[in-house]
């Protein structure tokens, strides 16, 4: 059999397939046109498409020119041999020669798919728009659909429509894990770990001891009781018969009212103050993390901050003190009114960060926390008050540069959120105000304040309360006057820390110098009349500023000293964080080794181990039956301003009308009821009383012992008009 060799030029003619692989493919019974009409979908080039093919005889053809861009495959009949066939219309037959010329290499390329570029089997489908090739030397036969992209399976899977459930769960997921609610959570673990044993027994102790806490609870309790009941006599309280205002006699705890509406009776109030301890203690470690974040600061710096803020040494003097422990809404308000104004103290004030809806919260959790209580309080407003000016006049002298530099959505939040402030401290110093008008006595004098004015060894002694120096301490405690509000060790790694951040942090030089200042002036100021007499530090206050003469610690501005040291202390330690960064980045894996993790979260565990406490937690005298079936006016003894706190607790049965009660002074008629009542019961004394309103004496017999009414309670009566009877272990007189 003869071979003929078709040549390049008129396989382009017929439009015949090239030899793919040595194997011949079956030609069409009819070329395909040579007019270009038959153009790929895909991009490829149709048979005759070729402008070299103009003006050549066109042959008839059954397939479809524009099906693929690949001439169209049919069975053919009249090749079976291994000859190829002479016929113009017949390109090759089956099983034919391999290609002998290199110009048949540019006919080769005309049936290419678009993706692979060259066709690599000889009994090539038609393919699809998408490019795809029969597999196995299949024929794709006409009417079949098209076979997949072979190289579809190592494409990436489409993402899946997650159902309502699976977003659900994502979004919990992603809120578990998101830094603040970490930061939440942890200051909740810390604070129930570091004021253990708070929670062993909430329904029965108090932390320190039974007095002031039993009168926080009371307030608690009463504030809750009245809002419900009858709001208009909110400062006229059941205790301090019959002085009125008598609720504004001390700091008021009156923005846990909330709290003071669930429940009744003493042991709810216990279980009540024992939570809000522990719940203050841990808005206080969440607050001054916000703080530190908001201003720069990493996270391990930023933990620093919040703990050391929280769990200073000196602060465990003041666990019965529920007002003072209750300070996180400072730093947290300070940290929501600075996002709220995009300000930063490592980036400065940056506009397209602001947001006014922080603004609103920063004000209003201020003014939330000025209604704890004056004894921080105060010296939070007049920093509000000093911030305010700062940034008007600052406004001012760039007027010109920056007309508007807060938008009008923020200055309307900011005069809205002020005015709020001003509005709540106004009308919380009302009541105040009234006092100190009755009562004389009420006004401190700055001979009062020099009784509790620390030295300076005060800033380097720890309470007793304190576990790690506290027994180390005793003799430097000895010598103080007043230890309990002298002791002012805000930590010594917190000293420490402070100081190398003078030196390395993430702060600039100015901000650590400015910082440093307020630790500085902050710590003169809680010395009160020590530093030279306070003439020209707080003296100047005491004199000057409306309600300063009202607070009577000075001590306690070493909270603003501590929160400073946190701050200074953050900048290192975050410096330090980013330092470990940048040496990890050059270790193989690039992650920290674990002695590189340690010394990360050793300035936390140290801050966390000074802040161990020894604080006792007594158990409260129980309520005497009698407490809860006696109405008032009613006078319970022996009375004194120790003793009275407890009776103030117990009356939260009923809040009946008491001439009990204690607080930060005596008042002048309590003191001469006292008097009077240490005769009782004779003529004058039960005369006294029913002339006051009293109706009901109370005398509790485990109380008496070395007190005048020992030999007098079983004494007769009936010659006094009045009759007496045993309720447990009480004894009632009715008058």
Avoid: C
Avoid at 3 to 12: I, L, S
Avoid at 88 to 117: F, I, M, N, Q, R
Avoid at 430 to 447: D, I, Q
Avoid at 562 to 567: A, R, W
């Amino acid at each position: 059999m003869t071979t003929e060799r078709v040549d390049a030029t008129d396989e382009d003619k017929t439009g015949g397939s090239p030899l793919v692989d040595g194997a011949a493919v079956k030609t069409p019974d009819t070329a395909t046109k040579g007019t270009g009409d038959g153009e790929a979908t895909d991009g490829g080039q149709a048979a005759g498409s070729d402008p070299a093919d103009a003006g050549q005889p066109a042959e008839p053809t059954t397939g479809d020119g524009a099906d693929g861009g690949n001439a169209g495959i049919v069975k053919d009949d009249a090749a079976q041999d291994d000859a190829v066939t002479r016929s113009a219309d017949t390109d090759a037959a089956k099983g034919g020669d391999t290609e002998k010329d290199a110009d048949k290499k540019a006919a080769d390329k005309e049936v290419a798919d678009k993706d692979d570029g060259t066709a690599k089997d000889a009994d090539k489908e038609k393919a699809d728009k998408d490019g795809g090739t029969a597999k196995d030397g299949e024929t794709a036969k006409d009417g079949d659909g098209a076979k997949p992209d072979r190289w579809e399976a190592f494409a990436p899977a489409p993402e899946p429509v997650p159902g309502r459930v699976r977003r659900v769960l994502r979004a919990v997921g992603q809120f578990l894990v998101h830094e603040w609610t970490l930061a939440v959570f942890a200051s909740l673990a810390l604070a129930v770990a570091l004021t253990w044993p708070t929670l062993r027994y909430p329904l029965y102790t108090l932390p320190q001891d039974y007095w002031d806490p039993s009168l926080q609870a009371w307030q608690m309790a009463w504030s809750g009781h009245i809002l419900l009941t009858d709001p208009a006599q909110l400062w006229q309280s059941n205790t301090f018969f019959p002085d009125p205002w008598n609720f504004a006699f001390s700091d008021t705890l009156l923005g846990y009212a909330p709290a003071g509406m669930i429940g009744t009776g003493p042991e709810a109030a216990l279980l009540r103050y024992n939570i809000m301890f522990l719940l203050a203690h841990a808005l206080a470690t969440f607050g001054a993390y916000a703080l530190a974040r908001q201003l720069g600061a990493g996270r391990a710096g930023a933990a620093v901050a919040g703990v050391s803020y929280t769990y200073a040494p000196w602060l465990l003097a003041q666990a019965g003190h529920l007002h003072i422990v209750s300070n996180g809404g400072i730093p947290l308000a300070l940290a929501m009114l600075a996002r709220g104004h995009g300000w930063s103290l490592r980036h400065g004030y940056r506009p397209e960060r602001r947001h006014a809806g922080w603004a609103y919260g920063g004000w209003l959790v201020a003014a939330w926390q000025l209604s704890l209580g004056f004894g921080i309080g105060l010296p939070f407003a007049y920093v509000l008050a000093g911030a305010t000016l700062v940034a008007a006049v600052t406004w001012f002298v760039r007027r010109r540069s920056n007309p508007r530099p807060f938008g009008v959505r923020l200055l309307v939040a900011d005069v809205v959120g002020a005015l709020l402030f001003a509005g709540v401290g106004g009308l919380l110093a009302v009541p105040y105000f009234k006092v100190t008008e009755l009562h004389s006595n009420a006004a401190r004098t700055l001979g009062d304040i020099g009784v509790y004015s620390p030295p300076l060894s005060g800033f380097f002694t720890a309470p007793a309360e304190s576990r790690v120096w506290g027994g180390l301490h005793e003799g430097a405690r000895s010598v103080l006057p007043w230890h309990p509000e002298m002791t002012l060790l805000p930590g010594f790694v917190l000293y420490a820390l402070a100081a190398g951040g003078l030196f390395f942090s993430v702060w600039r030089l100015r901000h650590r110098l400015l910082l440093l200042a307020g630790v500085v002036v902050t710590m003169v100021l809680a010395m009160g009349t020590r530093f030279f007499g306070g003439t020209f530090t707080y003296g100047l206050l005491f004199e000057y500023l409306p309600g300063w003469n009202g607070l009577r610690t000075p001590g306690r501005m070493m909270l603003w000293t501590t929160l400073l040291l946190g701050l200074l202390a953050a900048g290192a330690v975050s410096a330090f964080a980013v330092r470990v960064r940048e040496w990890a980045a050059e270790r193989v894996p690039p992650w920290p080794g674990p002695w590189l993790r340690l010394a990360t979260v050793l300035p936390l565990l140290l801050v966390a181990a000074e802040g161990l406490n020894s604080t006792p937690h007594p158990v409260v005298p129980a309520q005497p039956a009698a407490m809860r079936s006696v109405d008032g006016p009613m006078l319970v003894l022996p009375s004194s301003q120790n003793l009275d706190q407890p009776v103030m607790l117990w009356s939260t049965s009923r809040f009946q009308d008491m001439v009990n009660g204690g607080s930060g002074f005596t008042p002048l008629r309590q003191a001469e009821i006292r008097q009077v009542a240490e005769s009782f019961p004779n003529q004058t004394s039960v005369t006294y009383l029913r002339d006051l309103g009293v109706r009901n004496v109370v005398v509790l017999r485990d109380r008496i012992a070395g007190t005048p009414w020992e030999t007098t309670i079983d004494a007769p009566v009936d010659a006094l008009g009045i009759t007496r009877e045993e309720v447990g272990g009480a004894v009632v007189y009715r008058l």
